[in-house]
Every structure is written in C-alpha cells, then in structure tokens.
C-alpha cells in the first residue's frame, strides 16, 4: 500500500494498530519495519500524537526506529506547533543515550529556526559538530533561511561563508533564501550578485528564485525591475507559476494610480519595457486595470516563445472571472504564429487584425494597437507575405 504511495487513511491505521495489539496479545513481537510504516502512515495523517504513542510503545519492546522516524515525529510536533513537545522527544533521545545522526539534529533546528529561536537553533548545530558529525547542506541552508527571516542578513552571510568553508556546497535553495534576504529589504544590487554568483558555479535559479525578485521588485513598487527579472525569467526558459503571476497581476494594478508620475522614456531604458508599455497604454485608452494586466503579461509571455504558460494563464484569468475578450485572442493568436505551429496561424490573425481596428473606433484601445499592429508588420516581413 505504501509502496504504491498510497499511505494509509485514519480509518487502515486504526485498524492495524488493532491487528498490532492482537499480534502481540498472541506473543507475535512486529518488526522494526511494521512500527516504522505505522508511525509513517499516522505522522502523514497528521495523527501526530498517536504515531509517538506508538514509538513509546516501540522503544518498551527494544525496537529501535531508524533516524528518519525520529525526524517525521519531530518534524510533525514542529508542524503543528508543538516545539516543546519536539522539544522533550529530542531531549529523551539524549537522555536514553539513543542514537541520531545529523537527520535527527536538523529536524530540530528547523524547528527552532521556524519559531525564530536562533540562539537554540546554533546551539543545537554547535552540539552537532560536539559529537563528531558534520553539518550538510541542508542544516546550513536552514539557518540562513532562518536569519534571513529575522531580518539578520550578517548573521546569514556568516553561515554562508562558514559554509563554504567547510566546503559544504550551496544549492539553489541556500542562494535563494539570501536573495530574498537582500531583495526583500530592497538591496537589489546584492541580490543580483548572488544570482551572477550561483549562476558562475553552474546553478541555474528556478522558478522561487525569479519568483522571489520579481514579488519584492513589485512589493517595493518597482514594476520596471520587476519586468527586468521577469524578462530574465522567461529568458531562462523558467515557466512562472501562481505565484509569479500573482505578484506580476496585483503589482501591475495596484500601480495604476503612480501611473502618471512614470517617465515614458524612461521606461525604454529597460529592456523588460514592452510589457509595462503595453500595459501602460491600455490603462490610458480606458481599460478595466485587471483585464490590461493579464493581456500585458500574455502578450509578454507570446514575445518570449511560452505560449503553454500564456494559455495557463488565460485559464486562471477565465477562472478568476476575468473574460478573455478579442484583444486576448489576439495576443493568443500571436503567440501561435511566434512559435510556429502552423502557417495557418499567422493568416487568420492578420485578418483577426479588423477585431482590433472595432476596439479602436470605440476609443478602447490606440496606442496598444498601434504597438500590436507592428508586431504584425514584423511578421509579414518575415514571411514574405502579402495579404490585402
């Protein structure tokens, strides 16, 4: 059943834990490997109480868990608030002199971290180290990522170094925790030195590490930036996810009002500046702030050759009960005809182009469509077609 990943429900556990004290009613002990499933199953049915019933009940007959046992029932404490609960099971493991290794040791300093204990959570790492095990990545990457939410970016570059001192490699996780630090408190420029510094040792960000400058450009209401790192994104082949588009859409309208107050030219000093020109016209022309958004960001996402994450969002649009109108088909249509799918595509959308010309008469939409109008013109020259 768990092989197939299928843990066991409320209803399997506390049937096998009958058939457990059945068993050992008839003198038949269980092996390691039965109370591990069990404990597994109930820690993942958040039935955390009961999994540590069941270890007690465990270590009473000298049935040793492995570490990792240890760890989920930590780890599930922590979870659901419980530090000093996880707290006298780890110290219980030290006074029953049980062996745990460093899995053990960094589930509890992610629970310290998580409540913003740092002086435990170095403690805990320092008595690590004490008993002649090694701390790895993920206890390093931990404690920066806890630093870093408490606003203490010199104590996380500390670790940082003593990291790669210890010639404990980062990962994508560890750099992406120290860039939200720095983007997140609008040192933008340190941030991007890590990014040209990760990328230097051959990692690549990923989608929580774009997602990340983009939500703090767009939380310090620096939407130019924010389409820069976008741009830098989709040029990554990094498809966004909710939540890169959530930041990019309530980014986009919440700065409507600012509008105004933006340099046109300036805007053209960054080459992520179609998306925000696109969006800046159709707020101009009388557009509904949601609706400019999502059709800035999907014509943004047809330039950039990732249709499939372009119809993702339609769909979140249409979900969101935002309706895709003619100009979105468009965009859409446009898309197509980038990625080549078919010589089709480019002919309907040209003649799609007297949608546009409708818009404009209705006073909807002019500089928007002038700037669609070009792409199209681009097209045709491309291909060397004629259409009349």
Not at 54 to 60: P, T, Y
Not at 229 to 245: Q, Y
């Given at each position: 059943m768990m092989e197939k990943g299928h843990p066991p429900d409320r209803v399997a556990c506390g049937a096998l834990i009958h058939g457990l004290g059945k068993m050992m009613e008839r003198g038949v002990v269980p092996d390691a490997a039965i109370f591990n499933t069990l404990i597994s199953g109930l820690y993942k049915k958040g039935m955390v109480p009961a999994?540590?019933?069941?270890?007690?009940?465990?270590?009473?007959?000298n049935i040793l868990p492995d570490e990792f046992i240890y760890a989920t029932l930590l780890d599930g404490f922590i979870r659901n608030g419980d530090?000093?609960?996880?707290?006298?099971?780890?110290?219980?493991?030290?006074?029953?002199?049980?062996?745990?290794?460093?899995?053990?040791?960094?589930?509890?300093?992610?629970?310290?971290?998580?409540?913003?204990?740092?002086?435990?959570?170095?403690?805990?790492?320092?008595?690590?180290?004490?008993?002649?095990?090694?701390?790895?990545?993920?206890?390093?990457?931990t404690l920066i990522d806890g630093y870093v939410k408490q606003h203490d970016m010199n104590a996380a570059l500390r670790?940082?170094?003593?990291?790669?001192?210890?010639?404990?490699?980062?990962?994508?996780?560890?750099?992406?925790?120290?860039?939200?630090?720095?983007?997140?408190?609008?040192?933008?420029?340190?941030?991007?030195q890590l990014i040209r510094g990760m990328r230097s040792v051959g990692l690549v960000p990923n989608v929580v590490t774009h997602s990340i400058l983009i939500g703090n450009a767009c939380k310090a209401g620096e939407l130019e930036r924010a389409a820069?790192?976008?741009?830098?994104?989709?040029?990554?082949?990094?498809?966004?996810?909710?939540?890169?588009?959530h930041y990019l859409l309530n980014g986009l309208v919440h700065a409507v009002p600012h509008l105004h107050a933006v340099d046109e030219d300036g805007l053209h000093g960054y080459e992520g500046s179609l998306l925000l020109e696109m969006f800046r016209s159709m707020i101009a022309d009388g557009w509904d702030p949601w609706l400019a958004a999502y059709n800035s960001i999907i014509l943004f996402l047809c330039q950039h050759r990732m249709l499939k994450s372009a119809l993702e969002l339609r769909d979140k649009m249409q979900a969101k009960g935002c309706a895709m109108d003619a100009v979105t088909f468009l965009f859409l249509l446009h898309g197509f005809c980038v990625e080549g799918r078919s010589s089709e595509w480019l002919e309907i959308s040209l003649k799609y182009t007297l949608l546009l010309d409708?818009?404009?008469n209705q006073g909807i939409k002019s500089e928007a469509s002038a700037i669609f109008s070009s792409l199209f013109e681009d097209l045709k020259s491309e291909k060397g077609l004629n259409y009349g």
């Open positions: 999994a540590r019933d069941l270890l007690v009940e465990m270590l009473n007959l530090l000093s609960e996880a707290r006298r099971l780890f110290c219980f493991l030290g006074e029953k002199s049980i062996p745990h290794g460093v899995v053990v040791y960094n589930a509890m300093i992610k629970g310290y971290c998580r409540f913003g204990l740092m002086s435990e959570a170095i403690l805990c790492a320092d008595e690590l180290k004490k008993k002649g095990m090694q701390p790895d990545g993920f206890t390093y990457t670790v940082f170094t003593e990291m790669k001192r210890q010639r404990c490699r980062p990962n994508v996780i560890t750099y992406s925790a120290l860039i939200n630090g720095f983007s997140g408190e609008g040192n933008f420029e340190r941030a991007q820069v790192f976008f741009k830098e994104m989709l040029l990554d082949r990094c498809c966004p996810n909710d939540v890169t588009f409708r818009h404009t």
